[in-house]
Structure formats: structure tokens, C-alpha cells
């Protein structure tokens, strides 16, 4: 089991950077995929980034490829996910989430979720 706590939403002018933090509780966090997804509203969740449990494999949406960047820290139990370039469009509220790879990857689903952090682009 893993528990999942992200943080770093925030309020950001277009061109902005943010990094989103997700701090990770439970025995299995290093051998656990982790990802984040997002939700505007009106909108079904929709996958963003995906890394797998060793760091050495990463996947991204194509609409924020180039852009963001995910990552994680498993001595400090914690997943990254630094955005550049941030886009009205990118507006949504952010959650981490943790499973198996292509559970995240392909399904793009998840066994665990946070809770959501809100991330906000003004033009």
C-alpha cells in the first residue's frame, strides 16, 4: 500500500514554471511505477506523465512533451514533476497516482492516488 500526498500547485502567469511534488508513505514506494495525471474542469482525467520504479524509464503526453519533466527520489520516497513553459491549457488539478507501469502507461489508470494539488495558468 502507498500513500500519496502531492504539493507545489499554485497560481502561475503563461510562461511560468512549476514543480509539483508528491511525497510517498508505505514499504513499496521504490517498487512502485509512479505518474501523474490531470483534470480540468468538464474534462475526463487525462494522463500526463508516467516513471517507472528504477527512474530509467519515463512517458509523456504529447501535449506537454519537451515541457515537463517527471523524476522521482527514492531515497527521499518522492516523485517530481517539473513544468516549464506552463500553458493556459495546462490548468487542471494535478494528481499523483502509483501502480504498475503499464497499468499507468497503457490503461492509464492507477492503484493509488493523492489527492490533487490545483495548478492554475494565467495568460
Known amino acids: 500500500q502507498v500513500q500519496l500526498v502531492e504539493s507545489g500547485g499554485g497560481l502561475v502567469q503563461a510562461g511560468g514554471s512549476l514543480r509539483l511534488s508528491c511525497a510517498a508513505s508505505?514499504?513499496?514506494?521504490?517498487?512502485?511505477?509512479m505518474g501523474w495525471f490531470r483534470q480540468a474542469p468538464g474534462r475526463e482525467r487525462e494522463f500526463v506523465a508516467a516513471i517507472s520504479w528504477s527512474g530509467g524509464y519515463t512517458d509523456y503526453a504529447d501535449s506537454v512533451k519537451g515541457r515537463f519533466t517527471i523524476s522521482r527520489d527514492n531515497a527521499k520516497n518522492t516523485v517530481y514533476l517539473q513544468m516549464n513553459n506552463l500553458k493556459p491549457e495546462d490548468t487542471a488539478v494535478y494528481y499523483c497516482a502509483g501502480g504498475g507501469i503499464n497499468t499507468i502507461v497503457i490503461l492509464h489508470t492507477a492503484d493509488y492516488w493523492g489527492q490533487g494539488t490545483q495548478v492554475t495558468v494565467s495568460s
Open positions: 508505505g514499504r513499496t514506494f521504490s517498487n512502485t511505477a
